[in-house]
């Protein structure tokens, strides 16, 4: 494994990271259903085995630093690399090249510390949490697992269900916790140990807007007002503009842009933003879209959640007379239109404008 | 917030901190053993079925159709009862690393403890150590039902040098079952009953060691390979010792007790070595852990 001689500054950066890479083989194996029964994971690992390796660079050479007292934002769609990033950071993976540091720790070299340094809290992790524990059982179960004494430890927990509103439910077992609730699980073991340094793998994914709420405002009073210091992966623009005073943007395992919000915004430069809003807007119309005058990118977002409406963002060079040849074009392909209206960027026009593609996608 | 010297004074707490997650796996084992309670009172009410199924075919042997169990000095009934509590003890060695690595996994357990310092080490040392605990449970329940049930008389001489026997036959067996358990990640072996090793020489022990009955009632060449097995030589051994009639030194134990101290040494460095391969593999390709 190829490591480079970077030094860590521990007093400036929470986190560094040097050319990381981290790649997986990709085989496939014997298609399941084919009636092997217990013989199937033979016969899969010598197919796979006599495959050609194919290597694919789940994080490619990523270089960032996290100052001390600052949450970076991660930004990307799925499949970018974010949480294998994470996972490597929190020894959870080896990484392949490069070096990186967390709290002045090599991951590498010294995985031990690097592990009482950070708290990675993932989505659906809640699903580590042991089912045969009670809730408060839980807890002590992880103070046990970072040396925290017992009386201190029954302390914090008090202080932590009652803070997250958990305290009616401490004898309760996590399959009988809604999924806001598990997520809160987690975020106590965070408030509990408090490391200095927090990687939060889209905490607030799955969570109703209320429960989305309160996370953010658990991350904002007690990681960020308490000087921690991490790293914050999502989808969601709004949560990464909220939060973070830095994000970077990651595509295909690469950091594409890194910046504050307003620096990357800059860099959307001299384009204007158009935003359709259609029932449904079929790919050959967006085709049609991209060839007009002035139009440099279209792309789609398909109906939310919610299954309403599909969001085109339309990046224009001149806006002259573009939302009349759009509004004309769609209305001759039968499109009915809510809406046209120009927008100021935002970070995921800044994703648009460095990949062609949205977040979201 | 933790300071670099609050970091370096955890990771001081070393073995210590080591232990308490041993023992916290160890109860958490028990309360997830406990949970379902249906299940639980299923499980304990086999263990007694089991054991008083091999008493009442003790009794269907006439003590004279069976000459080379009456070389034993024992009835059928106790020579077969000692053959499954000792092949039961053996038997978790062989499979119980596979199988803390394969609960670690799919219970997730390895996405909690992956993050501490010797949390994986810890989880496999408290599952491994459970599951002899559960063994012991159905060794204990063999003896109650032997004694409550059949009437037996428990009459252990040589208490001490049983012990031995069992402890030699657990080393003899350490390194296959590493070696199994690393085919979790060598091998892809991430499924129930997929420990090609447990395979092998699991099957080959019901037939060939010993536990239902003498390995003299085998074709020569079956007794042949049949020694080659850790378990023939550790379970005629405990035979002989439990009713006395052998001390540590008597020339048939002497030999058994060599085998199996060789065969450890043999296969143990080769199972620590796959094991440590396996879990270097796993890390590489984060196939330790399943959502975070």
């Known amino acids: 494994m190829a490591v480079n001689a970077a030094t860590p500054d521990p007093e400036r950066f929470a986190v560094e990271v040097y050319g990381v890479r981290k790649r997986f083989i990709s085989r496939e194996g014997l298609p399941l259903g084919w009636g092997f029964g217990d013989a199937h994971w033979i016969i899969s690992s010598l197919i796979k085995y006599r495959q050609e390796r194919q290597w694919k660079n789940a994080v490619d050479g990523v270089d960032l630093t996290v100052r001390r007292g600052e949450l970076l934002g991660l930004l990307g769609p799925n499949g970018a690399g974010k949480t294998t990033f994470l996972r490597c950071l929190a020894t959870l993976l080896r990484l392949d090249e490069g070096s990186a540091f967390v709290n002045g720790y090599d991951v590498v070299r010294q995985p031990d510390e690097v592990k009482l340094s950070m708290n990675l809290i993932g989505s659906g992790q809640w699903s580590a949490f042991d089912w045969g524990l009670t809730v408060r059982q839980n807890l002590h179960f992880f103070g046990t697992l970072y040396g925290i004494a017992k009386a201190e430890r029954n302390r914090r927990i008090d202080e932590t269900l009652e803070w997250l509103g958990l305290t009616g439910r401490a004898k309760d077992k996590p399959p009988t916790l809604s999924a806001g609730e598990r997520q809160k699980m987690l975020l106590a073991k965070a408030f509990m140990v408090r490391t200095p340094v927090f990687f939060l793998d889209e905490p607030t994914v799955g969570l109703d807007p209320d429960g989305a709420h309160q996370v953010r405002e658990f991350i904002t009073r007690e990681l960020i007002g308490s000087g921690t210091s991490g790293i914050l992966t999502t989808h969601r623009m709004d949560e990464a503009e909220d939060l973070c005073a830095r994000v970077a943007i990651m595509d295909h395992g690469r950091v594409v842009a890194i910046g504050t919000p307003l620096e990357l915004k800059k860099t959307v430069g001299e384009r204007s933003i158009l935003e359709i809003r259609a029932r449904r807007v079929p790919r050959d119309a967006l085709q049609t879209l991209r060839t007009l005058p002035g139009i440099r990118t279209a792309v789609v977002a398909p109906a939310g959640e919610e299954g309403l409406e599909e969001s085109v963002r339309l990046h224009c060079e001149d806006l002259n007379g573009t939302a009349g040849r759009v509004a004309d074009s769609l209305a001759s392909a039968g499109i009915a239109v809510s809406s046209i209206e120009t927008t100021q960027p935002t970070l995921e026009d800044v994703f648009i404008a460095l990949t062609n593609k949205r977040i979201a996608q | ?292």
């Open chain 2, 1 to 292: 917030m933790m300071s670099t010297t609050a970091v370096t004074d955890l990771k001081r707490q070393g073995f210590r901190q080591w232990l308490s997650l041993v023992y916290f796996t160890l109860k958490n084992a028990y309360f997830g053993w406990t949970f379902f309670l249906p299940s639980f009172v299923l499980i304990m009410a086999q263990m007694f079925t089991a054991a008083a199924i091999y008493y009442l075919m003790g009794r269907l042997v006439d003590p004279g159709a069976a000459s080379d169990v009456a070389s034993y000095h024992m009835g059928y009934g106790t020579y077969i009862v000692t053959g499954v509590m000792f092949n039961l003890i053996l038997s978790t060695t062989l499979s119980a690393y596979h199988q803390a690595w394969l609960s670690g996994y799919w219970a997730t357990q390895f996405d909690t403890y992956l993050q501490h310092p010797g949390g994986v080490t810890a989880y496999l040392a408290g599952s491994v150590l459970f599951d002899y605990l559960i063994s012991l449970i159905s060794t204990v329940i063999y003896v109650i039902v032997g004694i409550g049930l059949f009437g037996i008389t428990i009459d252990v001489p040589n208490l001490p040098v049983v012990l031995v026997i069992l402890v030699l036959g657990i080393f003899s067996l350490t390194g296959l079952g590493l070696l199994g358990a690393s085919t979790f990640s060598l091998l892809n072996a991430k499924q129930q009953g997929q420990n090609p090793v447990d395979w092998l020489v699991g099957f080959g022990v019901a037939l060939l060691a010993g536990v239902y009955f003498p390995p003299a009632v085998l074709p020569n060449w079956l007794q042949h390979v049949g020694r080659w097995l850790p378990q023939t030589h550790a379970i005629r051994a405990a035979r002989l010792a439990l009713n006395g009639q052998s001390g540590l030194t008597a020339h048939g134990m002497r030999d058994d007790l060599l085998y199996l101290v060789v065969f450890g040494a043999v296969t143990l460095p080769i199972g620590m070595l796959a094991f440590a391969a396996g879990l270097r593999r796993a890390q590489r390709q984060g196939t330790l852990t399943r959502w975070s």
